[in-house]
């Protein structure tokens, strides 16, 4: 009880130290009592000892950055209970094989997705697709590896001036087959804005659609993902290879 307030107390402090009144409401929003109570879990169970800052504020969810207990920082992202992000992610639930029979209420589907998202995320890390180590789904939340310094997040692609874009686009090439050859899944929703830059390499986050390569629409998927990655690349000047060609590649 005791440390549930102090809890609060801290996460009330966080949302006071945020400026604008946009943050403020987002961070209301998303503190209800059902995450707080998430949060706490967590906490309890000595996954996270602390929330340090908030990282991104999301149409469907926020990012926070968190330590444990050895001083280690953590992503935590936390999927919100709106109306239209469950609707668009119930679609995605009912055309998984992995989840059927979850649909339904918002809470369960929210905490489907959360551990979809672990899921892919686990079978991406030990593909060795460069994505953040999963730790700890809860709920309508998931506790991951944090990508970037003690001070700020790494840049997305779209964020940062690369100084070999053309060694990047190979890396990122090279990434999203492995992820098709050896994980067996396609992100889905792959472009400059879902690929942090950190320590020199493209780290892949945002994992929660990706879908398993015998999907129905898992080509189509992949094309659009290489497709804008391919025109990403070309923005920045580099010598792109053909979509056809690195599809055909990728899928042999
Ligand atoms: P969404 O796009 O659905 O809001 P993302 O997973 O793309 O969610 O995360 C939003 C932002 O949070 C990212 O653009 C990135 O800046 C930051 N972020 C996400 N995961 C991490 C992580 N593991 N480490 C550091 N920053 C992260
Ligand atoms: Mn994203």
Redesign the pocket.
Known sequence: KEAYAQLEHKLMALRENSRTGDERKTLDEVFDHETVMGIYKLMTSKIIESVLFP?????????F?CENLQGK???L?I?RTSNSTFNRINKYIEGDKRFLGISGSKRKVMAAWASK?FRNLQRMHEARVNV?EPIKFHRNMVV?????SKTA????LRQVALDDPSKVYKNTIDNISLMYQKAGLVHA?LSE??I?YYKRKP?I????QAVLTDHLNSKDFLERDVKNINRYFRSLDVDIEDSDHIINNIMG
């Open positions: 990282i991104s504020t999301g149409k469907e969810g926020n990012v950055a920082l953590l992503a992202k999927y998202e953040p991951m590896e944090y990508i970037g997040p790494a840049p997305t929703d804005y879902n942090l780290v986050i945002d994992v929660g």
